[in-house]
Protein backbone atom coordinates (compact mmCIF):
# COMPACT_ATOMS: atom_id res chain seq x y z
CA UNK A 1 0.00 0.00 0.00
CA UNK A 2 2.92 2.41 0.84
CA UNK A 3 4.58 1.56 -2.54
CA UNK A 4 1.45 2.00 -4.48
CA UNK A 5 0.89 5.48 -2.73
CA UNK A 6 4.51 6.33 -3.42
CA UNK A 7 3.84 5.93 -6.81
CA UNK A 8 1.29 7.95 -6.91
CA UNK A 9 1.95 10.82 -5.34
CA UNK A 10 5.17 11.08 -7.52
CA UNK A 11 3.04 10.89 -10.84
CA UNK A 12 0.81 13.40 -8.67
CA UNK A 13 4.01 15.94 -9.15
CA UNK A 14 5.50 15.56 -12.41
CA UNK A 15 1.39 15.69 -13.34
CA UNK A 16 1.86 19.16 -11.65
CA UNK A 17 4.76 20.05 -12.62
CA UNK A 18 4.03 20.16 -17.08
CA UNK A 19 0.51 21.66 -15.67
CA UNK A 20 2.54 24.09 -14.16
CA UNK A 21 5.10 24.51 -17.24
CA UNK A 22 1.76 24.57 -19.73
CA UNK A 23 0.47 27.93 -17.45
CA UNK A 24 3.70 29.33 -17.63
CA UNK A 25 3.75 28.92 -21.43
CA UNK A 26 0.57 30.11 -21.95
CA UNK A 27 1.42 33.42 -19.36
CA UNK A 28 3.71 34.90 -21.95
CA UNK A 29 0.88 35.80 -24.48
CA UNK A 30 -2.95 35.47 -23.69
CA UNK A 31 -5.07 34.09 -25.54
CA UNK A 32 -6.82 36.95 -27.43
CA UNK A 33 -2.75 37.45 -28.20
CA UNK A 34 -2.03 33.94 -29.64
CA UNK A 35 -5.40 34.13 -31.74
CA UNK A 36 -4.76 37.81 -32.87
CA UNK A 37 -1.30 36.63 -34.36
CA UNK A 38 -2.30 33.76 -35.92
CA UNK A 39 -4.71 35.52 -37.48
CA UNK A 40 -2.23 38.23 -39.11
CA UNK A 41 0.46 35.11 -40.01
CA UNK A 42 -2.50 32.69 -41.62
CA UNK A 43 -4.06 34.17 -44.70
CA UNK A 44 -7.37 33.03 -45.99
CA UNK A 45 -6.23 29.77 -48.03
CA UNK A 46 -7.98 29.22 -51.69
CA UNK A 47 -6.89 25.83 -51.28
CA UNK A 48 -5.38 23.73 -48.17
CA UNK A 49 -3.41 21.03 -49.09
CA UNK A 50 -2.23 18.32 -46.01
CA UNK A 51 1.27 17.38 -46.42
CA UNK A 52 2.63 13.28 -45.25
CA UNK A 53 5.14 15.23 -42.95
CA UNK A 54 2.03 17.01 -41.17
CA UNK A 55 2.31 20.53 -42.18
CA UNK A 56 -0.33 22.27 -43.69
CA UNK A 57 -0.06 24.48 -46.92
CA UNK A 58 -2.26 27.03 -47.26
CA UNK A 59 -2.69 27.89 -51.13
CA UNK A 60 -2.68 32.22 -50.65
CA UNK A 61 -3.91 34.83 -53.44
CA UNK A 62 -0.58 35.83 -54.12
CA UNK A 63 -2.00 39.85 -53.93
CA UNK A 64 -2.66 39.04 -50.03
CA UNK A 65 0.59 37.26 -48.65
CA UNK A 66 2.34 38.60 -45.96
CA UNK A 67 4.41 41.04 -47.53
CA UNK A 68 2.24 43.43 -48.07
CA UNK A 69 1.39 43.66 -44.38
CA UNK A 70 4.97 46.04 -44.15
CA UNK A 71 4.48 49.60 -44.27
CA UNK A 72 6.84 50.37 -46.87
CA UNK A 73 4.97 47.82 -49.17
CA UNK A 74 1.41 49.04 -48.51
CA UNK A 75 1.76 50.62 -52.51
CA UNK A 76 3.83 47.93 -53.94
CA UNK A 77 3.15 46.58 -57.47
CA UNK A 78 4.13 42.56 -57.64
CA UNK A 79 7.29 42.28 -60.28
CA UNK A 80 5.99 38.94 -61.38
CA UNK A 81 9.55 38.03 -62.53
CA UNK A 82 13.08 39.34 -62.91
CA UNK A 83 13.79 41.64 -65.41
CA UNK A 84 17.10 40.03 -66.61
CA UNK A 85 14.87 36.38 -67.24
CA UNK A 86 13.60 36.34 -70.49
CA UNK A 87 10.37 35.29 -70.56
CA UNK A 88 11.24 32.58 -72.91
CA UNK A 89 13.31 31.33 -69.92
CA UNK A 90 10.92 31.77 -67.42
CA UNK A 91 9.00 28.76 -65.41
CA UNK A 92 7.34 28.44 -61.99
CA UNK A 93 6.94 24.64 -63.39
CA UNK A 94 8.72 21.74 -61.55
CA UNK A 95 9.12 19.61 -64.64
CA UNK A 96 11.84 17.56 -66.14
CA UNK A 97 12.63 16.98 -69.82
CA UNK A 98 10.53 14.14 -69.88
CA UNK A 99 7.91 15.96 -68.20
CA UNK A 100 7.37 14.19 -64.89
CA UNK A 101 7.11 15.75 -61.76
CA UNK A 102 9.89 16.82 -59.85
CA UNK A 103 9.42 16.32 -56.15
CA UNK A 104 11.85 18.07 -53.87
CA UNK A 105 9.74 18.81 -50.91
CA UNK A 106 7.71 16.38 -49.20
CA UNK A 107 4.02 18.62 -49.60
CA UNK A 108 4.47 18.48 -53.20
CA UNK A 109 3.44 14.27 -53.45
CA UNK A 110 0.25 15.69 -51.62
CA UNK A 111 -1.19 18.30 -54.20
CA UNK A 112 -0.42 21.70 -56.27
CA UNK A 113 -1.39 25.36 -55.71
CA UNK A 114 -3.44 26.80 -58.38
CA UNK A 115 -2.27 29.89 -60.72
CA UNK A 116 -2.47 33.23 -59.01
CA UNK A 117 -1.30 31.83 -55.63
CA UNK A 118 1.67 31.25 -53.24
CA UNK A 119 1.89 28.17 -50.94
CA UNK A 120 2.77 29.01 -47.33
CA UNK A 121 3.25 26.61 -44.89
CA UNK A 122 0.49 27.58 -41.79
CA UNK A 123 1.31 28.75 -38.70
CA UNK A 124 -0.02 26.68 -35.62
CA UNK A 125 -0.39 27.51 -31.93
CA UNK A 126 2.22 25.32 -30.57
CA UNK A 127 4.59 26.89 -33.18
CA UNK A 128 4.05 30.54 -31.24
CA UNK A 129 4.23 28.78 -27.77
CA UNK A 130 7.69 27.47 -28.68
CA UNK A 131 8.83 31.01 -29.09
CA UNK A 132 10.09 33.22 -26.22
CA UNK A 133 7.27 36.18 -27.27
CA UNK A 134 5.00 36.42 -29.79
CA UNK A 135 7.17 38.93 -31.09
CA UNK A 136 10.48 36.93 -31.30
CA UNK A 137 8.57 34.46 -33.44
CA UNK A 138 10.66 33.46 -36.49
CA UNK A 139 13.66 35.70 -35.90
CA UNK A 140 16.94 35.12 -34.69
CA UNK A 141 18.16 36.01 -31.55
CA UNK A 142 19.41 40.08 -31.86
CA UNK A 143 22.86 39.98 -33.12
CA UNK A 144 25.60 40.97 -30.55
CA UNK A 145 29.17 40.78 -31.84
CA UNK A 146 32.01 41.00 -30.95
CA UNK A 147 35.80 41.79 -31.67
CA UNK A 148 37.70 38.56 -32.24
CA UNK A 149 41.70 38.79 -30.42
CA UNK A 150 42.15 35.28 -32.30
CA UNK A 151 43.60 36.99 -35.78
CA UNK A 152 44.49 32.99 -37.10
CA UNK A 153 41.28 32.08 -39.09
CA UNK A 154 40.13 35.61 -39.50
CA UNK A 155 40.18 37.04 -43.67
CA UNK A 156 43.78 37.93 -45.02
CA UNK A 157 42.49 40.54 -46.91
CA UNK A 158 40.93 43.81 -46.02
CA UNK A 159 39.15 46.62 -48.18
CA UNK A 160 38.57 50.08 -46.74
CA UNK A 161 35.55 51.70 -45.71
CA UNK A 162 33.53 48.29 -46.47
CA UNK A 163 31.54 46.67 -44.31
CA UNK A 164 33.65 44.50 -41.96
CA UNK A 165 30.50 42.74 -40.13
CA UNK A 166 32.24 39.16 -40.67
CA UNK A 167 35.39 40.02 -38.93
CA UNK A 168 33.75 39.91 -36.06
CA UNK A 169 32.51 36.80 -33.94
CA UNK A 170 28.65 36.69 -33.15
CA UNK A 171 27.64 35.98 -29.78
CA UNK A 172 26.09 32.73 -29.84
CA UNK A 173 27.18 31.64 -33.19
CA UNK A 174 29.49 29.54 -34.73
CA UNK A 175 30.43 29.26 -38.57
CA UNK A 176 32.60 28.10 -41.17
CA UNK A 177 32.36 29.78 -44.39
CA UNK A 178 33.63 31.30 -47.40
CA UNK A 179 33.61 35.04 -47.71
CA UNK A 180 34.54 37.34 -50.42
CA UNK A 181 34.40 41.19 -49.59
CA UNK A 182 34.31 43.91 -52.61
CA UNK A 183 33.25 47.62 -53.81
CA UNK A 184 29.80 46.35 -55.49
CA UNK A 185 28.44 42.47 -55.98
CA UNK A 186 25.01 42.33 -57.45
CA UNK A 187 24.85 38.79 -57.48
CA UNK A 188 26.00 35.12 -55.31
CA UNK A 189 24.87 31.85 -56.30
CA UNK A 190 26.37 28.09 -55.34
CA UNK A 191 25.34 24.59 -55.43
CA UNK A 192 24.87 23.56 -51.58
CA UNK A 193 24.81 20.30 -50.55
CA UNK A 194 22.05 19.40 -48.39
CA UNK A 195 21.96 17.04 -45.16
CA UNK A 196 19.74 16.19 -42.23
CA UNK A 197 22.65 17.25 -38.97
CA UNK A 198 21.69 16.27 -35.18
CA UNK A 199 20.44 19.66 -33.17
CA UNK A 200 21.01 18.70 -29.31
CA UNK A 201 19.35 21.73 -27.86
CA UNK A 202 15.74 22.90 -27.84
CA UNK A 203 16.53 26.17 -28.70
CA UNK A 204 19.78 25.62 -31.50
CA UNK A 205 20.02 25.85 -35.43
CA UNK A 206 22.16 24.86 -37.87
CA UNK A 207 22.41 25.95 -41.53
CA UNK A 208 23.93 25.71 -44.64
CA UNK A 209 23.64 28.61 -46.43
CA UNK A 210 24.48 32.08 -48.69
CA UNK A 211 24.50 35.71 -47.31
CA UNK A 212 24.75 38.72 -48.55
CA UNK A 213 25.39 41.28 -46.86
CA UNK A 214 26.04 45.59 -47.21
CA UNK A 215 26.27 48.19 -44.12
CA UNK A 216 28.15 49.10 -40.85
CA UNK A 217 29.07 45.54 -38.28
CA UNK A 218 26.03 46.86 -36.28
CA UNK A 219 23.57 47.80 -38.64
CA UNK A 220 24.70 45.62 -41.50
CA UNK A 221 22.04 44.73 -44.02
CA UNK A 222 21.22 40.92 -45.20
CA UNK A 223 19.57 38.65 -47.33
CA UNK A 224 20.30 34.88 -46.80
CA UNK A 225 18.74 31.47 -48.27
CA UNK A 226 19.31 27.60 -47.98
CA UNK A 227 18.61 24.49 -45.58
CA UNK A 228 18.13 24.83 -42.24
CA UNK A 229 17.24 22.46 -38.99
CA UNK A 230 15.66 24.41 -36.95
CA UNK A 231 13.40 22.41 -34.32
CA UNK A 232 12.03 25.34 -32.12
CA UNK A 233 10.86 27.45 -34.69
CA UNK A 234 9.29 24.27 -37.02
CA UNK A 235 8.95 21.80 -34.36
CA UNK A 236 10.63 18.75 -35.83
CA UNK A 237 13.90 17.48 -36.65
CA UNK A 238 13.48 17.30 -40.21
CA UNK A 239 15.49 19.91 -42.73
CA UNK A 240 13.83 22.98 -44.30
CA UNK A 241 14.45 25.27 -46.94
CA UNK A 242 14.63 28.51 -45.52
CA UNK A 243 15.31 32.14 -46.21
CA UNK A 244 16.12 35.09 -43.99
CA UNK A 245 16.36 39.27 -44.41
CA UNK A 246 17.53 41.44 -41.65
CA UNK A 247 18.19 45.41 -41.85
CA UNK A 248 19.70 45.95 -39.30
CA UNK A 249 22.13 43.41 -37.96
CA UNK A 250 19.05 40.79 -36.65
CA UNK A 251 17.41 43.42 -34.54
CA UNK A 252 13.55 44.33 -34.89
CA UNK A 253 13.40 44.02 -39.11
CA UNK A 254 13.12 41.01 -40.94
CA UNK A 255 12.53 37.28 -39.94
CA UNK A 256 12.97 33.42 -41.42
CA UNK A 257 10.89 32.28 -43.99
CA UNK A 258 7.32 34.36 -44.22
CA UNK A 259 6.68 34.80 -40.49
CA UNK A 260 6.61 38.27 -40.80
CA UNK A 261 6.24 40.73 -43.75
CA UNK A 262 9.03 42.07 -46.45
CA UNK A 263 9.53 38.72 -48.69
CA UNK A 264 7.12 38.89 -51.69
CA UNK A 265 7.08 35.27 -53.25
CA UNK A 266 5.81 34.85 -56.88
CA UNK A 267 6.33 31.04 -57.30
CA UNK A 268 3.30 28.93 -56.71
CA UNK A 269 5.67 25.61 -56.88
CA UNK A 270 7.66 26.46 -53.27
CA UNK A 271 7.32 26.69 -50.06
CA UNK A 272 9.57 28.34 -48.55
CA UNK A 273 9.78 26.63 -44.99
CA UNK A 274 9.14 23.21 -46.25
CA UNK A 275 10.71 19.98 -45.48
CA UNK A 276 13.13 18.68 -48.21
CA UNK A 277 11.81 15.09 -49.70
CA UNK A 278 15.23 13.79 -49.58
CA UNK A 279 18.66 14.82 -48.31
CA UNK A 280 22.13 13.37 -48.97
CA UNK A 281 23.65 10.31 -47.48
CA UNK A 282 26.97 9.30 -46.46
CA UNK A 283 29.16 7.91 -49.44
CA UNK A 284 25.35 7.76 -50.59
CA UNK A 285 23.37 9.98 -53.24
CA UNK A 286 24.22 13.70 -52.80
CA UNK A 287 21.54 16.21 -52.82
CA UNK A 288 22.65 19.51 -53.77
CA UNK A 289 19.80 22.63 -54.35
CA UNK A 290 21.58 25.42 -56.79
CA UNK A 291 20.64 29.18 -54.75
CA UNK A 292 20.72 32.43 -56.51
CA UNK A 293 20.99 35.93 -54.95
CA UNK A 294 20.69 38.56 -57.57
CA UNK A 295 20.10 42.10 -57.62
CA UNK A 296 17.20 43.72 -60.59
CA UNK A 297 17.82 47.03 -61.27
CA UNK A 298 14.06 47.35 -61.39
CA UNK A 299 13.87 48.55 -58.02
CA UNK A 300 16.99 47.16 -56.55
CA UNK A 301 15.34 44.14 -55.82
CA UNK A 302 17.26 40.88 -54.52
CA UNK A 303 15.69 37.77 -56.41
CA UNK A 304 16.27 34.57 -55.43
CA UNK A 305 16.10 32.02 -57.55
CA UNK A 306 16.75 27.96 -57.16
CA UNK A 307 17.54 25.05 -59.17
CA UNK A 308 16.22 21.73 -57.63
CA UNK A 309 17.96 18.66 -58.07
CA UNK A 310 19.83 19.96 -61.46
CA UNK A 311 16.15 20.18 -63.02
CA UNK A 312 14.70 23.37 -63.29
CA UNK A 313 15.18 26.79 -62.71
CA UNK A 314 12.62 28.79 -60.32
CA UNK A 315 12.03 32.23 -59.65
CA UNK A 316 10.79 32.01 -55.94
CA UNK A 317 10.13 35.95 -55.14
CA UNK A 318 12.32 38.83 -53.88
CA UNK A 319 13.05 40.68 -50.77
CA UNK A 320 12.06 44.62 -52.32
CA UNK A 321 14.66 47.33 -52.20
CA UNK A 322 12.41 49.23 -50.37
CA UNK A 323 13.51 47.22 -47.29
CA UNK A 324 16.97 48.32 -47.47
CA UNK A 325 19.02 51.45 -47.23
CA UNK A 326 22.34 49.80 -49.25
CA UNK A 327 21.19 46.35 -50.19
CA UNK A 328 19.30 48.09 -52.69
CA UNK A 329 22.44 49.31 -54.42
CA UNK A 330 24.39 46.08 -54.15
CA UNK A 331 26.28 44.05 -51.38
CA UNK A 332 29.67 43.86 -50.52
CA UNK A 333 30.17 40.80 -48.65
CA UNK A 334 29.01 37.79 -49.86
CA UNK A 335 29.44 34.36 -47.98
CA UNK A 336 29.09 30.83 -48.32
CA UNK A 337 29.05 28.08 -45.65
CA UNK A 338 27.42 26.91 -42.51
CA UNK A 339 26.00 28.36 -39.06
CA UNK A 340 25.28 26.99 -35.82
CA UNK A 341 23.58 28.83 -33.11
CA UNK A 342 23.19 27.73 -29.69
CA UNK A 343 23.76 29.18 -26.14
CA UNK A 344 26.19 26.63 -25.69
CA UNK A 345 28.98 27.61 -28.58
CA UNK A 346 32.44 29.15 -27.50
CA UNK A 347 32.17 27.12 -23.61
CA UNK A 348 32.32 24.28 -22.42
CA UNK A 349 30.17 22.46 -22.19
CA UNK A 350 30.05 22.98 -26.00
CA UNK A 351 27.02 21.81 -27.66
CA UNK A 352 26.42 18.78 -29.65
CA UNK A 353 24.24 20.43 -32.75
CA UNK A 354 25.96 19.51 -35.55
CA UNK A 355 27.34 21.45 -38.78
CA UNK A 356 26.79 20.58 -42.53
CA UNK A 357 26.71 16.89 -42.37
CA UNK A 358 27.97 16.38 -38.90
CA UNK A 359 31.32 15.19 -40.52
CA UNK A 360 34.56 17.15 -40.35
CA UNK A 361 35.64 19.00 -43.92
CA UNK A 362 38.65 16.74 -44.80
CA UNK A 363 36.89 14.14 -44.93
CA UNK A 364 35.11 15.79 -48.10
CA UNK A 365 33.20 14.25 -50.98
CA UNK A 366 30.12 11.58 -49.87
CA UNK A 367 30.94 12.66 -46.22
CA UNK A 368 31.51 16.30 -45.37
CA UNK A 369 29.06 18.98 -46.21
CA UNK A 370 30.15 20.81 -49.57
CA UNK A 371 29.26 24.36 -51.51
CA UNK A 372 30.52 24.18 -55.56
CA UNK A 373 30.60 26.17 -58.01
CA UNK A 374 30.98 29.29 -55.77
CA UNK A 375 29.92 32.74 -57.82
CA UNK A 376 29.52 36.14 -57.33
CA UNK A 377 28.69 38.83 -60.10
CA UNK A 378 29.67 42.00 -59.86
CA UNK A 379 29.22 45.27 -62.56
CA UNK A 380 30.32 42.94 -65.15
CA UNK A 381 27.13 41.61 -65.21
CA UNK A 382 28.75 38.05 -65.20
CA UNK A 383 28.72 35.48 -62.63
CA UNK A 384 32.41 34.14 -61.30
CA UNK A 385 34.83 32.72 -58.79
CA UNK A 386 35.37 35.22 -56.09
CA UNK A 387 38.91 36.38 -55.87
CA UNK A 388 39.73 37.32 -53.07
CA UNK A 389 38.33 34.70 -51.42
CA UNK A 390 39.26 33.30 -47.68
CA UNK A 391 38.29 30.61 -45.81
CA UNK A 392 37.43 30.93 -41.82
CA UNK A 393 35.95 28.84 -38.82
CA UNK A 394 35.01 30.36 -35.75
CA UNK A 395 35.36 27.66 -34.06
CA UNK A 396 38.04 25.31 -35.76
CA UNK A 397 38.56 22.71 -33.18
CA UNK A 398 34.39 21.85 -33.25
CA UNK A 399 33.47 22.91 -37.11
CA UNK A 400 35.94 22.81 -39.52
CA UNK A 401 36.26 24.53 -43.20
CA UNK A 402 38.55 23.88 -46.28
CA UNK A 403 38.67 25.15 -49.72
CA UNK A 404 40.07 22.12 -51.55
CA UNK A 405 41.32 22.42 -54.88
CA UNK A 406 41.79 18.52 -55.86
CA UNK A 407 44.27 19.07 -59.12
CA UNK A 408 46.05 22.01 -60.15
CA UNK A 409 44.07 24.31 -62.68
CA UNK A 410 40.79 23.20 -61.17
CA UNK A 411 38.21 25.29 -59.25
CA UNK A 412 37.83 24.87 -55.36
CA UNK A 413 35.19 23.21 -53.88
CA UNK A 414 34.59 24.12 -50.30
CA UNK A 415 33.75 21.59 -47.50
CA UNK A 416 33.00 22.95 -44.54
CA UNK A 417 31.40 21.49 -40.91
CA UNK A 418 31.43 18.82 -37.90
CA UNK A 419 29.71 17.07 -35.13
CA UNK A 420 30.07 20.22 -32.46
CA UNK A 421 30.98 18.63 -29.18
CA UNK A 422 33.84 16.11 -29.17
CA UNK A 423 36.06 14.96 -25.83
CA UNK A 424 39.34 15.71 -27.30
CA UNK A 425 39.30 18.55 -29.43
CA UNK A 426 35.65 20.20 -28.57
CA UNK A 427 34.56 19.46 -25.24
Known sequence: MEKGTSYSTVFSLVAIFFFALGIQVEARASSLEIDAKLKLLNKPAVKTIKSEDGDIIDCV??????????????????????????????????????????????????????????????????????????????????????????????????????????????????????????????????????????????????????????????????????????????????????????????????????????????????????????????????VQLTVVLIRDNEGGNWWLKIVPDNVTTIAVGYWPGDLFRYLSECARTAQWGGEVYSLQVRTSPHTATAMGSGSLASNKYGRACYINNVRIMDNSASFKYPDPASVTADEPACYTALNYVERSGAEPIFFFGGPGQDPTYCP
Open 61 to 286: DIYKQPAFDHPALKNHRIQMRPSFYPASQYSSAKNDESGKSVIFQTWQRSGTCPDGTIPIRRIRKEDLLRADSLDQFGRKPQGQFRNSTNTRNRPKFHFPNLSTTTANEVENSSRSYLMTIGNEFLGAQADINVWNPAVALPDDFTTGQIWVKNGDDQTFESVEAGWIVNPKLYGDAATHFFIYWTADAYGSTGCFDLTCSGFVQTSKDVNIGGIFDHVSSPSGDQ
